[in-house]
């Protein structure tokens, strides 16, 4: 692939999982939608499906989305130099940064796609932190250190389960990383709302900042370094679990 596919792929993969993903937060939490109130478990299956949509978009770049899951490549090709990005993309600088700042745009993209879809709904007058919500995570007790050990616990279970699941005999793909992001939100997302995901918080918390949005509060910068920090913290130390134990 070239450096523009590989770029493309992911760059429109994560602005498909966040459209998505950002369209069942704002489905379930902004005034006067069909589904509003539809509950955590509307929202999980939602972004795990999300997940799925985006993987397959992106199914020539390994359908990575997540900057967490590109760094895992980068820490198990320190300990298997045959490890690749996907396929036969091999794990170098520049294709690295072409991955993340592909993913981090992409959510950008999505999450103002998501503005548009829901614009009439968001000037309506309501709480600027349901807003936000719709957005990017947000904890429920404000406490930096139990957060980002949660977002990092989270994020190890998800890249974990990546490389337990490539070893095995019996892959299932693209629907299995949607159904543990939905084994996630259910069991481990109440905390934090699980961003687990660098660019799927910091791209749209972005978006949230500069877009013209009626009555939408600040975007809550002092929180936003633990989804990206959590992340990639646990992306590093379930690598490292996974090829010192040799499960990967």
Known sequence: MSAGQIFMQEFLGTAVLLLLGGGVVAQNILPKTKGHGGGWLLVNWGWGLAVLAGVYVAHGTGGHLNPAVTIAKVIGHMFDPAVTLAGEIPVTVANVAIYIVAQFLGAFL????????Y???????????????VFSTGPEIRSYGWNLFTEAIGTAVLILWIWVSGYTETAIGPLGVALIIVVIGNSLGGPTGYAINPARDLGPRIAHAVLPIKGKGGSDWDYSWVPVVGPVVGAIVATVIAFVSGLA
Not at 126 to 132: E, G, H, R, T, V
Request: negative net charge.
């Open 110 to 117: 999505g999450a103002v796609l998501c503005w548009l879809t």
């Open 119 to 133: 614009k009439k709904h968001f000037d309506e007058d309501c709480d600027p932190a349901i807003k936000l919500g």
